[in-house]
Antibody
Framework: QVQLVQSGVEVKKPGASVKVSCKAS????????ISWVRQAPGQGLEWLGW????????NYAQKLQGRVTMTTDMSTSTVYMEMRSLTSDDTAMYYCARGLAEFDFWGQGTLVTVSS | DIQMTQSPSILSASVGDTVTITCRASQAIGDWLAWYQQKPGNAPKLLIYKASIFHSGVPSRFSGSGSGTEFTLTIRSLQPDDFATYYCQHYNNMWTFGQGTKVEIK
């Protein structure tokens, strides 16, 4: 069965970087893109970016351009999302989700807390 | 950028009711729209894609319609499991979510 398993809780100080992983299984890794979506406490869903495991092409939300990088590791079917220069506004649950258009499978989420 | 606006933000309803959530796009998007359900502490779940196509396993009491700029999600005969927050999402190289509609018990 399709599964996306994310890395664990992260606590970071302002100005630091965080790298969250999303390991895919149960399907051909290169067939579907992976997006990252975050949800601040009590807030809605915000799309952060998308990467194609097939060719590594990535597309990021404009407000995060230059601060986020998404990469893939074909050998382990894992997608990574790195965010730099963290502020308290980046405190959120971060989800990876599979899909070329709609997102049909989601990871369980990774809580990232940014606090001094 | 295309903006997605959902209404209402909160919807109070009872078990057995039929409820409708509206999602409006700031410009025409064809039928490139999906609907998700999210319960507290859980990741969103896909309900509908391409405006009206059921995702696998979604109960038939859920239905989606619309094209262009106006879309609706209808839940007939609301069940206790349906009290949740619902999001619309547009996709076309970039992805944009509506702000969400919380369906709560009246």
């Amino acid at each position: 069965q399709v599964q996306l398993v994310q890395s664990g809780v992260e606590v970071k100080k302002p100005g630091a970087s965080v790298k969250v992983s999303c390991k895919a299984s149960g399907y051909t890794f290169t067939t579907y893109g992976i997006s990252w979506v975050r949800q601040a406490p009590g807030q809605g869903l915000e799309w952060l970016g998308w990467i194609s495991p097939f060719n590594g092409n990535a597309n990021y939300a404009q407000k995060l351009q230059g601060r986020v990088t998404m990469t893939t590791d074909m050998s382990t079917s894992t997608v990574y999302m790195e965010m730099r220069s963290l502020t308290s506004d980046d405190t959120a649950m971060y989800y990876c989700a599979r899909g070329l258009a709609e997102f049909d499978f989601w990871g369980q989420g990774t809580l990232v807390t940014v606090s001094s | 950028d295309i903006q997605m606006t959902q209404s209402p933000s909160i919807l109070s309803a009872s078990v057995g009711d039929t409820v409708t959530i509206t999602c409006r796009a700031s410009q025409a998007i064809g039928d490139w729209l999906a609907w998700y359900q999210q319960k507290p502490g859980n990741a969103p779940k896909l309900l509908i894609y391409k405006a009206s196509i059921f995702h696998s396993g979604v109960p038939s009491r859920f239905s989606g319609s619309g094209s262009g700029t106006e879309f609706t999600l209808t839940i007939r005969s609301l069940q206790p499991d349906d009290f949740a927050t619902y999001y619309c999402q547009h996709y076309n190289n970039m992805w944009t979510f509506g702000q969400g509609t919380k369906v709560e018990i009246k």
